[in-house]
T-cell receptor, first 114, second 110 residues
Framework: EPEVTQTPSHQVTQMGQEVILRCVPI?????FYWYRQILGQKVEFLVS????????KSEIFDDQFSVERPDGSNFTLKIRSTKLEDSAMYFC????????????FGQGTRLTVV | SQKIEQNSEALNIQEGKTATLTCNYT??????LQWYRQDPGRGPVFLLLIRENEKEKRKERLKVTFDTTLKQSLFHITASQPADSATYLC?????????FGKGTRLHILP
């Protein structure tokens, strides 16, 4: 069964450093997403991406964040100047269509900022 | 802004009984509503999707209802099993994103 894969599974970084979280969406999917989940809280939408550009982003997704699809398979989330409050699980997801279809989520990257 | 409320943070149900989880939302009704399961430390896993013109959807032991007048969805698990213990997330499928509720932690007691 096809799946979304994320690497690394756990990332520890110093405050102020930059991190890149990587995702390989399902190959025939066209829509890609990043979500985050702070411990004990809900899964929050960050950004959606289609046709090599951002289609929607939340208030959380400010200038500190950026996304990229550097090649035909990877989808990355870059977080610059990490802060303690960026510590969370980050989930990548992909879907075949914009709406009305299931989203497939990866297993997440646990980011710990120290 | 759109709000999603799931009825309780935690729900304990005896094995074999039917578990019913509630999702209420404010503002406009989405074209689609989805339910996901999330286990600790894992990503959400899709369970069911229901369209605004559908009243009910079933899949094996799962049933979802969608009432756009009440702005409410009910999620039922019949003949519940300990393996059904997880957090269940209600999600509104809107434009370019899915918005999740906080979830209900369901414990099926043997």
């Amino acid at each position: 069964e096809p799946e979304v894969t994320q690497t690394p599974s756990h990332q520890v970084t110093q405050m102020g450093q930059e991190v890149i979280l990587r995702c390989v969406p399902i190959s025939n999917h066209l829509y890609f997403y990043w979500y985050r989940q702070i411990l004990g809280q809900k899964v929050e939408f960050l950004v959606s991406f289609y046709n090599n550009e951002i289609s929607e982003k939340s208030e959380i997704f400010d200038d500190q964040f950026s996304v990229e699809r550097p090649d035909g398979s990877n989808f990355t989330l870059k977080i610059r100047s990490t802060k303690l409050e960026d510590s969370a699980m980050y989930f990548c997801a992909s879907s075949e269509a914009q709406s009305g279809t299931e989203a497939f989520f990866g297993q997440g990257t646990r980011l710990t900022v120290v | 802004s759109q709000k999603i409320e799931q009825n309780s943070e935690a729900l304990n149900i005896q094995e074999g009984k039917t578990a019913t989880l509630t999702c209420n939302y404010t503002n406009y009704s989405p074209a689609y509503l989805q339910w996901y399961r999330q286990d600790p430390g894992r990503g959400p896993v899709f369970l069911l999707l229901i369209r605004e013109n559908e009243k009910e959807k079933r899949k094996e032991r799962l049933k979802v209802t969608f009432d756009t007048t009440l702005k409410q969805s009910l999620f039922h698990i019949t003949a519940s099993q300990p393996a059904d213990s997880a957090t269940y997330l209600c999600a509104l499928d809107r434009d370019d994103k899915i918005i999740f509720g906080k979830g209900t932690r369901l414990h099926i007691l043997p």
